[in-house]
């Protein structure tokens, strides 16, 4: 009897970790799939002739096409409208983060 008890415990257990494992199961990240993900859900503000702001441009690649970048060489306006004073800048819901980002800290920023 105990170990016929024992026996069922340890297979409800192993369901449980299964089923765990198989509810949380997301798809494998991509490079672009995290690019679009962050993004849709932020601006960077970099400035031509910025050695950090190639820095940070660099570490997406080529899906640096899927961010939302303002260049405050070129677009100055939108630049003084949100006051940036620095390059480059990350606006992430309403807050602005300056300097190099790393990729893993925008995903948890941004929940990507």
Same mark, same amino acid.
């Given at each position: @009897?105990?170990?016929? +008890?024992? @026996?069922?415990?340890? /297979?409800?257990?192993? /369901?449980?970790?299964?089923?765990? *494992?198989?509810?949380?199961?997301s798809?494998? &990240? =991509?490079?672009?799939?995290?690019a679009?993900c962050? !993004?849709?859900? +932020? =601006?960077?503000?970099? $400035?031509?002739? #910025? +050695?950090? #702001?190639? =820095? $940070?441009?660099? @570490? *997406? !690649?080529e899906?640096?096409?899927?961010?939302?970048?303002?260049?405050? *060489?070129?677009?100055?306006?939108?630049?003084?409208?949100?006051?940036?004073? !620095?390059?480059? =800048?990350?606006?992430?819901?309403? &807050?602005?983060?300056? !300097? /190099? $980002? +790393?990729? &893993?800290?925008?995903?948890?920023?941004?929940g990507?």
């Open positions: @009897m105990k170990k016929n +008890s024992w @026996m069922t415990l340890g /297979v409800v257990i192993a /369901v449980i970790i299964l089923a765990y *494992f198989l509810i949380n199961k798809k494998p &990240e =991509t490079p672009e799939a995290v679009k962050i !993004g849709e859900k +932020s =601006t960077l503000y970099v $400035q031509l002739g #910025c +050695s950090h #702001c190639k =820095t $940070q441009e660099d @570490m *997406f !690649g899906n640096l096409k899927y961010l939302k970048i303002i260049d405050c *060489f070129y677009e100055r306006d939108k630049c003084i409208e949100k006051e940036i004073e !620095g390059t480059p =800048t990350w606006i992430i819901n309403g &807050e602005k983060i300056e !300097g /190099v $980002q +790393s990729i &893993e800290k925008l995903k948890e920023l941004i990507c």
